[in-house]
């Protein structure tokens, strides 16, 4: 008999394939997978698995892999939908099994693992149809192999697949070792269900949706380092720039997080704020946070999909430093995972985001800091994260497989938004401010330097352009716009829903706000702030603002209060001309002035 079918069949009575409702978390993965056609949520990892003092025991390895794979559930776990409507079944048959896949004959035995496993977590899955969980023991030495683990979002999470792996090598220690080994209670997929069904109608639940909604009241628009567009498809493969910290950094950091009185993980979140604040010009800037949304220890140790998203907000990075962003977001994400079980797409509706089809609120730090050691008897072994979701735009990966390990920084970026060369770019210029910033933690962030060696020279050269004539000393912007007021007034000027304006409607009306302007105290060489939705009152105000010389500055009406108001305070804005400026000025564009 198969060591797999050994483990499920003394147990394969206790589920009796009754139909499971999913959970929130797995509800909102089913809706996940209805966005693109050509692409599935996919969690994938392996270890690297080379022998030292023993063989690895493959026969004993599958066995275990087995058992904890009918323990967990996850890996057993099918897909079923009646009447449109989607449940989850607990099932014998399945076959999760581990499959050796021996690439020892190979001209280059790690490279042919590396493209077999991609093909593999990068295909689509029918999630009612396919396994949603695989393993593999791929071989590529004699000394030498990977255990490969793949499983849809749907049914198992990041954190569950971390279980998986750490109870498969503890059972394998210890049967090595002769000892016994009984694992904590842990929920079942049935408890799993029912403990997310009673927080739905729990007073836990009403606590954390009166913490997010004050939290989420106001958003900071999301930001991208993308230099082209902020939205392109789902894909399935995903250009990564890795790198792992070298031992003078590594000390820096743990050194900052301890006079900080918080975590690397923490001081490294701080730092890819800082980052995307000072490369995308803004003070305030949210992250996507997953977290495990789980609560009590027996849910810790279930298999399973519970697992949630959260924002995490920075506010006016640059001009506080980088111990009081330290200190500002500890506190941040100590609130959140006191309240991490309120579901992300609730998150999303009380913050006015329902009509989005967005599955973060920015750039993703998913954070990975094992509590102890990934060991396995016998061998040296080193973790690797293949897929952990969607990626959307962005996605950073900080992750230490055991204390006193390597910490790795993997940058997940959407090809349709990046370039390998930009990203490698930007892990680079990440990593060079993360060093500057761990150097001078009390320096506000706004003065550490960005720019790698060189860089500057190269933005000086950008900047300089060619020479160009100009009309003449006295030539002004409006001139163009003068000259057609006086030979064609009547023409028509602007067509805009449905309606013209003639030259000379607009010439009134930008006179009559001009006028305004100056009696407000707006002079030649001021900046106002225009905040106006696309219309004729938009354009009115800027010829407006350049009548009386002075300069303008575009804000999307959109975003947040407190982004519009920190802009206006950035730029020594006079004026900030928005809809209720006009309603003060009594600015009416269906009736310019006489």
């Known amino acids: ?68 794979g009918w323990d967990l559930q996850s890996p057993f776990t099918r897909i079923v939908e ?26 280059d035995p790690f490279a042919s693992a590396q493209e077999w496993m991609a093909a593999d977590h990068q295909r689509t899955i029918d999630v009612l149809s396919d396994r949603l969980a695989v393993t593999s023991l791929l071989r590529v030495a004699d000394d030498r192999a990977f255990w490969y683990l793949r499983g849809h979002h749907i049914a198992i999470d990041g954190y569950a697949a971390l279980t998986c792996i750490q109870q498969v090598l503890e059972r394998y220690n210890a049967a090595l070792a002769g000892r016994d080994h009984a694992d904590p209670r842990r929920a079942d997929l049935a408890e799993l269900v029912a403990d997310d069904a009673a927080y739905a ?38 250009l990564l720039a890795r790198t792992t910290l070298d031992t003078v950094t590594h000390k820096s950091l743990d050194h900052v997080a301890d006079d900080c009185g918080s975590s690397a993980a923490v001081v490294l979140t701080a730092a890819f704020s800082a980052y995307l604040a000072r490369m995308t010009g803004t003070d305030d800037v949210v992250l996507s946070l997953p977290v495990t949304g789980r609560a009590t220890a027996r849910i810790k140790r279930a298999g399973g999909m519970v697992s949630n998203m959260l924002p995490i907000v920075g506010r006016d990075i640059t ?54 050691p990934i060991e396995l008897s016998g061998a040296r072994v080193d973790y690797q994260i293949l897929s952990s979701g969607i990626l959307e735009d962005l996605r950073i990966n900080l992750y230490q497989a055991g204390p006193g390990e390597r910490l790795v920084i993997d940058l997940h970026g959407n090809p349709g938004l990046y370039t390998q060369a930009e990203l490698d770019l930007h892990l680079r210029r990440f990593l060079a401010l993360t060093e500057r910033l761990l150097a001078e933690p009390a320096v506000p962030i706004a003065d ?15 900047g300089t352009g060619p020479r160009r004539a100009v009309p003449g000393d006295d030539a002004r912007l409006l001139d163009g716009f003068a000259r057609r007021v006086d030979d064609h007034p009547d023409a028509v000027a602007v067509e805009f829903d ?25 002079t030649a060489g001021d900046r106002v702030v225009v905040s106006l939705p696309r ?52 600015f009416d564009a269906d009736t310019p002035p006489a």
Not at 3 to 14: D, Q
Not at 448 to 453: E, G, R, T
Not at 501 to 518: E, F
């Open 1 to 68: 008999m198969d060591p797999t079918e050994s483990a499920i069949t003394r147990a394969a009575a206790v589920s009796g394939n009754q139909p499971l409702e999913l959970t929130a978390a797995q509800r909102g993965m089913w809706f996940a997978e209805n966005l693109s056609t050509e692409y599935s949520v996919i969690i994938a990892h392996y270890l690297d698995i080379q022998d030292d003092d023993r063989p690895l025991d493959i026969d004993l390895f599958s066995r275990v892999v087995g058992e904890v």
């Open 201 to 238: 109608d729990s007073r836990r639940r009403a606590a954390d949706r009166e913490h997010w909604s004050a939290r989420v009241a106001e958003l900071p628009e999301r930001v991208s380092l993308a230099g082209t567009s902020t939205i392109a498809p789902l894909r399935p493969v995903n």
């Open 319 to 372: 001009h506080t430093s980088m111990t009081a962003l330290v200190d500002q977001l500890r506190v941040e994400m100590t609130g959140a995972l006191r309240h991490q079980r309120y579901r992300f797409e609730d998150i999303r509706v009380d913050a006015g985001m329902a009509s989005s089809t967005t599955a973060s609120f920015g750039p993703i730090v998913n954070m990975m800091f094992f509590d102890k």
């Open 535 to 586: 219309g004729v009152a938009q354009v009115c105000a800027v010829y407006a603002i350049l009548t009386v010389g002075a300069a303008y500055v575009p804000v999307e009406p959109q975003q947040p209060p407190r982004r519009r108001a920190l802009i206006a305070d950035a730029v020594s804005a006079e004026v900030v001309v928005d809809d209720a400026y006009l309603t003060r000025a009594r």
């Open 448 to 462: 550490i330097d960005l720019l790698l060696d060189g860089e500057d020279d190269a933005l000086r050269d950008a």
């Open 82 to 107: 009646t009447d449109g409507v989607p449940a989850q079944v607990v099932d014998a048959g399945v076959g999760f099994r581990l499959d050796i896949v021996d690439l020892r004959d190979r001209d």
């Open 498 to 522: 449905g309606r013209t304006w003639t030259y000379a409607d607009i010439d009134a009306l930008r006179r009559g706000l001009a006028a305004t302007l100056v009696a407000d105290g707006v």
